[in-house]
């Protein structure tokens, strides 16, 4: 098998996962309202499942796979803005290190770079 199919189905469902657990997850829920953003939280698992299933799709439709990578990217961008400003410490942020490191890849490869 392919290693960056890996990366994608990989990624794709980490986001699903996360994204659905935004809904339904008692923790979930509580980082949420640590991190300041309850009355985002259904809209940013959305968010989460629609990049997951643009992953899975976009290993057949290539513009979606380059749209769902990027968008992905930004979000963890913007996550690691988020643990900053909070004054998270740098292991809590590390997840969020990562999937924009394997959303870069992912991106790259789809671009053909």
Not at 30 to 53: M, P, S, V
């Amino acid at each position: 098998m392919d290693i960056n199919l890996i990366i994608i189905l990989f990624t794709a469902f980490s986001f699903i996962i996360y994204g659905f657990n935004s809904f339904i997850s008692k923790r979930m829920i509580n980082e949420y309202k640590r991190w300041g953003f309850n009355k985002r939280r259904k809209t940013i698992g959305f968010f989460q499942l629609l990049g997951g299933i643009g992953l899975l799709i976009g290993i057949k439709f290539n513009l979606i796979l380059i749209l769902s990578s990027l968008c992905l990217l930004i979000m963890m961008v913007f996550a690691i803005i988020v643990r900053i400003q909070i004054k998270d410490n740098i292991s809590e942020a590390l997840p969020a290190f990562t999937y924009i490191l394997l959303n870069g890849i992912i991106l790259n490869y789809s671009l053909g770079i």
